[in-house]
């Protein structure tokens, strides 16, 4: 009577457990799923920064053809002015195209994380589903010594390592 009543607690226990881990995942997966759509807004702003990035080149290679065809005329200060003024554009040019290049990496970055925290959701999914299967083979097996068992351990482990980089990702 004494063990139906420990059984009966770590059928519960387990129960719990595998609500847990399946809000968890559902948790995840909406993540996931926010982490997809920003993956597809980066990619849609790399594009369009692509297109301005290369716009960008195409002004600062004028801008040099410019300089040089400015540095041989023969008004100085007509020359100068431009001169200058091509300076300060192929300068803006820089300055602005070392941005888009700093975008295109954080969003090669963003693609990556996405991608291990897609892996780690198809693990404690596997883990979750090893979990259930475990759990009705303990409803209809004999009784078992208590404690966790060896997937429940490793579950457990991959849940703690995910709520941990999910709480990193979105303190970013």
Not at 53 to 61: A, D, F, Q, S
Not at 84 to 100: D, G, I, N, P
Not at 105 to 115: A, C, L
Request: aromatic share 2%; proline share 2%; net charge negative.
């Amino acid at each position: 009577m004494h063990l139906n009543k420990e059984l009966e607690k770590d059928r519960e226990s387990l129960r719990l457990e595998v609500y847990r881990l399946n809000s968890v995942s559902d948790d995840s997966k909406q993540q996931g799923s926010e982490l997809s759509e920003k993956l597809k807004l980066s990619g849609q702003e790399n594009a369009a920064m692509r297109a301005e990035l290369e716009e960008l080149r195409k002004r600062l290679e004028m801008a040099d053809l410019m300089l040089q065809q400015y540095s041989s005329q023969s008004d100085p200060s007509t020359a100068n002015q431009q001169v200058q003024m091509l300076l300060e554009e192929k300068q803006h040019l820089e300055a602005h195209t070392h941005q888009v290049k700093l975008v295109a990496e954080e969003r090669d970055s963003n693609i990556s994380r996405v991608g291990e925290l897609e892996s780690q959701v198809a693990e404690l999914k596997n883990a979750a589903e090893l979990l259930s299967r475990e759990q009705q083979a303990r409803d209809h097996a004999a009784p078992q010594p208590s404690g966790p068992s060896e997937s429940e351990l490793a579950l457990q482990e991959a849940l703690n390592s995910l709520h941990t980089e999910s709480e990193f990702s979105m303190r970013e």
